[in-house]
């Protein structure tokens, strides 16, 4: 899952964002409601996670300018005003969700997760099959027939993207997108570093390849007899 935090207090967001990503996450955090306006628009993210008191653009502000666009990304704001008035002018605003501060860690990121699952049917699986290969997306564990197979962080996230797009071809923008923050300057080959990696562990010693390289494209990931 990819997130956006929008939350001007430094410390309150470094804190978020390390909860996140020990959770499996990747996450960006911007401190202004303009620029946080500007990147909710990308269209890059699954969840936001906005504050309520911003500089220059209200977290309400910025919900509705998403709403008018368009944009039904869920929201979940965040605020000290825990008043009910507070809570239903963020609700009519567009916000999907609303915790008032201080929260604890673990429903921060279980509301999240509900959010997503409303959202995207697609994520009320924890278990990602395709043909002999598991991905458990609770233990964070994969496996191929028999045999487990351990994947860094970085790895998993992009296992993930791949087997949530199974079918279909993804670019390597798609994959820097999907498995690394916002302001990463990435090395020219570091995804296909990765995929080589993810071959090795996922396709070695198997008949069938998986993970299958589509020349002037990028990747796919199917079952398939046939190696491209």
């Known amino acids: 899952m990819r997130i956006l935090i929008v939350e001007d207090d ?3 967001a470094g804190y978020i964002e390390r909860a996140l990503v020990e959770t499996g996450h990747i996450a960006d955090r911007v401190g202004d409601g303009p620029t946080g306006l500007a990147m909710a628009s990308e269209g890059i993210y699954d969840v936001i996670i906005l ?5 220059e653009l209200a977290g309400t502000e910025i919900l509705a300018a998403l709403r008018t666009a368009g944009n039904p990304i869920p929201v979940l704001m965040l605020s000290a005003l825990g008043g009910t008035l ?3 002018a963020a609700l009519n605003a567009g916000a999907d969700d609303y915790l ?9 990121i279980a509301r999240l997760e509900a959010l997503l699952r409303r959202k995207r049917p697609d994520r009320r699986d924890h278990i990602l099959r395709l043909g002999d290969f598991e991905l458990d997306m609770v233990q964070r564990r994969a496996r191929r027939g028999e045999r487990r197979i351990d994947l860094q962080h970085r790895e998993f996230l992009l ?3 791949l087997m949530r797009h199974a079918g279909q071809v993804v670019t390597r923008t798609m994959l820097l997108e999907a498995a690394w923050p916002y302001d990463f300057e990435p090395k020219s080959n ?3 570093m990765h995929i080589h990696r993810l071959r090795r562990k996922i396709d070695g010693g198997f008949a ?3 993970i299958h390289t589509i020349p002037g494209a990028g990747y796919l ?3 398939s007899n046939t190696a491209s």
């Open 86 to 88: 507070d809570k239903v």
């Open 100 to 108: 008032v501060k201080p929260y604890a860690t673990a429903e921060l």
């Open 190 to 192: 570091v995804v296909d």
């Open 51 to 55: 504050d309520q008191l911003l500089p």
């Open 10 to 12: 430094d410390r309150t």
């Open 208 to 210: 069938s390849p998986l």
């Open 221 to 223: 990931m199917r079952a």
């Open 159 to 161: 296992v993930e993207y």
